[in-house]
């Protein structure tokens, strides 16, 4: 699973945890055009979207609002290919396993990596 450690900052939720590609909406935005814009400012990735699924989740931030993720495989090119932007310390390949067990992994993700997953 594609992850980044967020930064040491104050001012963001869940500072110096390990987190997923992503962020707010622009304008008009879809949660699919949203979850690609992202991925490539933050990764330098492009990918189809016939190749993700989203789903939504109740705003961890935003109560009444929906987030979303979006699920879907990269090829081992596509890894090789990324270029990390300037948000975030480092980022990785995780297993999922290790990310729903990582004691820094944002806390509403694992429940959501889950039911999408479903893992139980």
């Excluded at 090789?80 to 948000?87: K, N």
């Excluded at 004691?103 to 139980?120: D, K, N, Q, T």
């Amino acid at each position: 699973m594609l992850t980044h450690l967020r930064d040491e900052i104050d001012s963001i939720p869940f500072p110096g945890h390990w987190d997923l590609p992503g962020g707010g909406r622009e304008a008009n935005e879809t949660p699919m055009e949203c979850g690609l814009r992202e991925l490539f400012e933050e990764y330098g990735l492009t990918l189809p979207p016939e190749r993700l699924t989203a789903r939504a989740f109740p705003s961890m931030s935003r109560p009444g609002l929906s987030s979303w993720l979006l699920v879907g495989t990269i090829t081992e090119a596509e890894i090789a290919a990324i270029r990390f932007g300037d948000e975030g310390q480092e980022w990785r390949m995780m297993p999922i396993a290790d990310y729903l067990a990582h004691p820094l992994s944002v806390p509403a993700f694992r429940g959501w990596i889950r039911s999408a997953l479903h893992l139980g």
